[in-house]
C-alpha cells in the first residue's frame, strides 16, 4: 500500500537556527497538509496546499514557517529561525480530493530545538 | 473555529471487554468525523471514518455512532485485544480537508 514518507526521523537543530522538513506524499495525491503534535498533546493542523499554493493556515503558521513543493514528488515544511517552542513531532499529510477521501499521514519528523 | 473534546483520556480494559471513546464537537458545519490510531513513535493511521449523512458505521469489531443533533460522535471497540493497545484520536472537519483533532485517548488493553 503506498505510503507518505517523511525525512529525517528525527532533527536536532540549535535554535535560531533554519530546518527544512522533507515529505513525500502519495505520489497521486494532490492536496498536502503539515500537523504539529508537542509531545503529549493533540495533533494540530498547521497548513494545506493544494495547487502550489496555500489553501489555509493556522495560527501558528507565522512567518517564520513557509511550505513548498520544489518537485513533483517532495513536499517540504521550512522554520526560518527556529525556537525552543518549535520542538514537536511534524506530521505529513495527503489526500487525493479534499472533500471525500481519507487524508494519509506520515510517521512525523521529531524536532528538537537546542 | 471547530474545537473537539474527547473523553476519557485514559482508559483501561481487560481482553475482551468493550472500550468506549466518545467526542463533541462545535461547529455544526463539520460532516466528516474520522478516528485515527497512534501507535508509539508512529503517525495516526485511520481505523474509521463517518460521515454525517450517516450514523452509524462498522468494520468488523470497530464502530462508530453520530449523534447530529447533539454533536456527538463515539468509537466503540469489542473484543479488545493487546494489541489494539494505543493512543485514539477522533477528528471532526468539513469535507476531508483540514482536520481538528481531540485530546487523545490513551487505551491500555491487559491480557
Known amino acids: 500500500e503506498p505510503e507518505v514518507t517523511q525525512t529525517p526521523s528525527h532533527q536536532v537543530t540549535q535554535m535560531g537556527q533554519e530546518v527544512i522538513l522533507r515529505c513525500v506524499p502519495i505520489?497521486?495525491?494532490?492536496?498536502f497538509y503539515w500537523y504539529r503534535q508537542i509531545l503529549g498533546q493533540k495533533v494540530e493542523f498547521l497548513v494545506s496546499f493544494y495547487n502550489n499554493e496555500i489553501s489555509e493556515k493556522s495560527e501558528i503558521f507565522d512567518d517564520q514557517f513557509s511550505v513548498e513543493r520544489p518537485d513533483g514528488s517532495n513536499f517540504t515544511l521550512k522554520i526560518r529561525s527556529t525556537k525552543l517552542e518549535d520542538s514537536a513531532m511534524y506530521f505529513c499529510?495527503?489526500?487525493?480530493?479534499?472533500?471525500?477521501?481519507?487524508?494519509?499521514f506520515g510517521d512525523g519528523t521529531r524536532l528538537s530545538i537546542l | 473555529g471547530e474545537n473537539v473534546e474527547q473523553h476519557p483520556s485514559t482508559l483501561s480494559v481487560q481482553e475482551g471487554d468493550s472500550a468506549v471513546i466518545k467526542c463533541t464537537y462545535s461547529d455544526s458545519a463539520s460532516n466528516y468525523f474520522p478516528w485515527y490510531k497512534q501507535e508509539l513513535g508512529k503517525g495516526p493511521q485511520l481505523i474509521i471514518d463517518i460521515r454525517s449523512n450517516v450514523g452509524e458505521k462498522k468494520d468488523q469489531r470497530i464502530a462508530v455512532t453520530l449523534n447530529k443533533t447533539a454533536k456527538h460522535f463515539s468509537l466503540h471497540i469489542t473484543e479488545t485485544q493487546p494489541e489494539d493497545s494505543a493512543v485514539y484520536f477522533c477528528a471532526a472537519s468539513l469535507y476531508t480537508d483540514k482536520l481538528i483533532f481531540g485530546t487523545g485517548t490513551r487505551l491500555q488493553v491487559f491480557p
Open positions: 499529510a495527503s489526500t487525493l480530493e479534499n472533500r471525500n477521501q481519507p487524508q494519509h
Open positions: 505520489s497521486n495525491h494532490l492536496y
